[in-house]
Structure formats: structure tokens, C-alpha cells
């Protein structure tokens, strides 16, 4: 890679500030555009002036490559702590970005870092939130490349795994929670919430292509209801993808906001239809590919349900089904009812959101 005569990969060999900056004097930081930035590849080979150097020049510590990760991470993984601080010191995000599919807290703790793990969580690391592609935690990590000293500090610092086994009768609802993990698959530690609702994830099989995302807390009303969305397996969920702008949360937002709809509002059934332009849900960052989202009775089985269930001690579990309208406008009457007896025994694959309504680099 070479820019006027000069070869980039030589001066991070010589760690060359000089050369650097004859290399840049031309060019606009902001685009410089490679798989992956300047400050990544400085900071993975652990270039710790060089790093300093373009970072006081007014680069982006949080730029991200080609996977949405940024430089914090590659130092996290190497080890580089030096480096690590100076990110830091510099506004770099302490998880990353919230789109990534790890976070410099999970690669510290695959590359057996304490000292870079106790800095993270001194600067406020999310200790649990999850590697998107596998579903674990630091402290499973840690535990899998048998980093003994990094799992005990993990866990005094209330680390935890990213499953762990369910005890009925421990907590008020906790019949719903088995009901999911008997019939949909085991649901992950990792918890959020709305006020006083949990918002919760659980695998759908063994996880390799879908989960379910679920409030819980709003069985507390009559008649008991929860619900539920079907999301890709590596749909961002964390904190900061709560609290971002970012399109990606628009599942978590939505089960936030119904939640509170459904606290103030009449009771919703099945076939109800949650419109991106009514004014209660237009706020939201709606895929331009679908026009609502319809409340249906899911089967989990894909299977008639023929089991009768006394109604006060029935749950409504409904699942938020993506809809895109036809030319005839907003489903109603029987045509709303040949639609949902359809989605009631469809594939995980045909009601879930698609991984295409991502935010795109």
C-alpha cells in the first residue's frame, strides 16, 4: 500500500512518525478508507506512537472496519495496554461498537488479559453482554481458554454465563420462562429493562439461525400476555444499542413501547395491528420493508393448538409478525384472519425479522 512513493507498511515496521506524516500531509484523514483504518492497524501491531500520533491529529478512535469492531477491540485482544489507555483517554468506546460482534472485554478475556479486564471494568466495560456470533460471555470465554485467574475475577466482579440453569419457583412468572425453554430453547442470562419489564432473549433450537426476543413482567395484567419477536441469531442486543440511535434497536424499543402502550391501553388480542404511521409507534425506526407488525398466537410446535386452557390461567404469548400490505391497504375481517391463521403454524424463518434491515455501513 503505497501513497506518494511511500510505503505504509514500512513505517508501522519502523513505528516511522516522521514518514507518517509526509505520508498524510495530503490527504484528508477522514478518507482513508481499507478494510480496516489506520488506527486498527497501528493498534494491532501495537505502533503505540503512531497510534498517538494520528489520534492527536484528530482521528476517530471509534472508526470501525469491515465487522463493525473498532481499534479498542484489536488492543483488548493483543494485549497492548498502553495503547488501551490511550484509546480511552482519547473517547474511545469502552464496549466498542454497539453493533460489533464482540467487545474488547470478551477479546481481553479470549487472550487471558487481566490487567487490560481490570481496566475495561474500572472504565465501565458491559461485563456480560454477549459475543453476537456464539452467545457468550467474557466469563464463559475465559472459562473455555481455561484463563483461570481472568474467570475467578470475572465472576467477583459478578461476571456470569450466558446460560445458566433455570429454578422454578425462585421468582413470580418464572412458569413462562420454563414454558419458553421447554417448547422455543434455553434463554440467555442477559436481561434489559423497561421501567420495571424484563426484556429477555432465549434460542430458537440450538441457535444457529434464530432467537426469540421477549418482554416479561407484563403477565402481572389480566389477562396474562407477553410478547415476543423472532430475531436473526446475531441481531445486536445490548445496552448501548438501547440507548443508541442506531436502526438496530428497533426491536428493543418496540417491546419497550408496547410494554408501556399495554400498560395504559385497553387489552390487545391477537390480529392487533401495530401501523409504522399511527402515531403511537411512528417514533420508531420502522424497516422500510414491512408497513406494521400483526399480534399473532404462535404456535412454537407449528401446530393447531387443541388444548383448552382455563382463562385465568392462560398467558398470551403473541408474537409480533412483520407484515408488508397489500395494494388493498391494512388487512381487516376474514382477510385479517386467513393472514393470521397462516402465521400461526409458519417457520421460524417466515415471521422473523430479516438480518437485511440492519443498519448498513
Known amino acids: 500500500?503505497?501513497?506518494?512513493?511511500?510505503?505504509?507498511?514500512?513505517?508501522?515496521?519502523?513505528e516511522d512518525v516522521e514518514k507518517l506524516s509526509e505520508y498524510l500531509k495530503d490527504l484528508n484523514l477522514s478518507e482513508i478508507k481499507f478494510d480496516k483504518s489506520l488506527l486498527h492497524r497501528f493498534s494491532e501491531e501495537g505502533k503505540y506512537l503512531l497510534c498517538d500520533f494520528i489520534i492527536q491529529?484528530?482521528?476517530?478512535?471509534?472508526?470501525?472496519?469491515?465487522?463493525?469492531?473498532?481499534?479498542?477491540?484489536?488492543?483488548?485482544?493483543?494485549?497492548?495496554?498502553?495503547?488501551?489507555?490511550?484509546?480511552?483517554?482519547?473517547?474511545?468506546?469502552?464496549?466498542?461498537?454497539?453493533?460489533?460482534?464482540?467487545?474488547?472485554?470478551?477479546?481481553?478475556?479470549?487472550?487471558?488479559?487481566?490487567?487490560?479486564?481490570?481496566?475495561?471494568?474500572?472504565?465501565?466495560?458491559?461485563?456480560?453482554?454477549?459475543?453476537m456470533n456464539f452467545n457468550r460471555t467474557a466469563l464463559d470465554l475465559a472459562i473455555s481458554y481455561g484463563h483461570t485467574d481472568v474467570a475467578q475475577y470475572l465472576q467477583s466482579m459478578g461476571g456470569r454465563k450466558a446460560f445458566e440453569e433455570m429454578q422454578a419457583g425462585i421468582i413470580e412468572g418464572d412458569g413462562i420462562l420454563s414454558h419458553i425453554y421447554k417448547n422455543v430453547g434455553p434463554i440467555l442470562t442477559d436481561e434489559y429493562y423497561s421501567d420495571n419489564i424484563r426484556l429477555m432473549t432465549s434460542w430458537v433450537g440450538n441457535g444457529n439461525y434464530h432467537k426469540l426476543f421477549f418482554t416479561f413482567g407484563n403477565f402481572k395484567r389480566l389477562p396474562h400476555t407477553e410478547f415476543l419477536i423472532c430475531l436473526p441469531y446475531n441481531w445486536p442486543i445490548n445496552r448501548a444499542i438501547f440507548q443508541s440511535d442506531y436502526k438496530d434497536n428497533f426491536p428493543m424499543k418496540l417491546l419497550s413501547s408496547l410494554s408501556e402502550y399495554y400498560k395504559k391501553s385497553e387489552v390487545i388480542k391477537e390480529g392487533f395491528i401495530l401501523?409504522?404511521?399511527?402515531?403511537?409507534?411512528?417514533?420508531?425506526?420502522?424497516?422500510?420493508?414491512?408497513?406494521?407488525?400483526?399480534?399473532?398466537?404462535?404456535?412454537?410446535?407449528h401446530q393447531e393448538k387443541e388444548i383448552s386452557i382455563p382463562e385465568d390461567e392462560e398467558v398470551n404469548l403473541l408474537l409480533l409478525t412483520p407484515i408488508k400490505y397489500t395494494k388493498a391497504g391494512k388487512p381487516s375481517g376474514g382477510k385479517l384472519e386467513k393472514w393470521l391463521k397462516r402465521k400461526r403454524t409458519a417457520s421460524w424463518k417466515s415471521i422473523s425479522f430479516k438480518n437485511d434491515w440492519l443498519s448498513k455501513k
Open 275 to 301: 401501523d409504522k404511521n399511527d402515531e403511537q409507534w411512528k417514533h420508531l425506526h420502522w424497516p422500510d420493508e414491512i408497513d406494521a407488525l400483526v399480534t399473532v398466537d404462535y404456535s412454537f410446535d
Open 1 to 14: 500500500m503505497k501513497e506518494n512513493n511511500i510505503d505504509i507498511y514500512q513505517i508501522i515496521k519502523d
Open 57 to 131: 491529529k484528530g482521528f476517530n478512535t471509534n472508526v470501525i472496519d469491515s465487522s463493525y469492531l473498532t481499534p479498542l477491540v484489536e488492543v483488548a485482544f493483543e494485549g497492548y495496554i498502553n495503547i488501551l489507555a490511550l484509546l480511552l483517554n482519547n473517547k474511545a468506546w469502552v464496549d466498542g461498537d454497539p453493533r460489533g460482534i464482540t467487545t474488547p472485554l470478551i477479546e481481553a478475556s479470549c487472550g487471558g488479559h487481566l490487567d487490560i479486564i481490570k481496566l475495561l471494568i474500572k472504565s465501565g466495560a458491559d461485563i456480560n453482554r454477549l459475543q
